[in-house]
């Protein structure tokens, strides 16, 4: 198992940034596919990006695409997201998770991933 902490979530202004990032300990994180997920409220928790082990493959959710950036760092053993262009509906709290193992195939559902962390509030005002 392998604990993640999230970070970086704040409130800004439509069309700011905000890069978060996934701090994972217990295991090294070069041994999992990690995902980004967000949840509004009222809402089901949503795909929004993944990366392979390696970091050579990434795979975004359609409403994000062009403006978010999957990446890592597994010397500091960290994912990041960063989130350009943010407009009002991405509005949610963002969730890190990870699945052991190389294999990205279904890495754009929550049932995919074992380990997720307690997520960081985004809040985009327009």
């Known amino acids: 198992q392998v604990q993640l902490v999230e970070s970086g979530g704040g409130l800004v202004q439509a069309g700011d940034s905000l890069r978060l990032s996934c701090a994972a300990s217990?295991?090294?994180?070069?041994?999992?596919?990690m995902g980004w997920f967000r949840q509004a409220p009222g809402k089901e928790r949503e795909f929004v990006a993944a990366i392979s082990w390696s970091g050579d493959n990434a795979y975004y959710a359609d409403s994000v695409k062009g403006r978010f950036t999957i990446s890592r760092d597994n010397a500091k053993n960290t994912v990041y997201l960063k989130m350009n262009s943010l407009k009002p509906e991405d509005t949610a709290v963002y969730y890190c998770?990870?699945?052991?193992?190389?294999?990205?195939?279904?890495?754009?559902?929550?049932?995919?991933?074992?380990?997720w962390g307690q997520g960081t509030q985004v809040t985009v005002s327009s």
């Open positions: 217990g295991r090294p994180l070069s041994l999992y596919v």
């Open positions: 998770a990870a699945k052991r193992g190389m294999s990205a195939g279904y890495a754009y559902t929550t049932a995919f991933y074992d380990d």
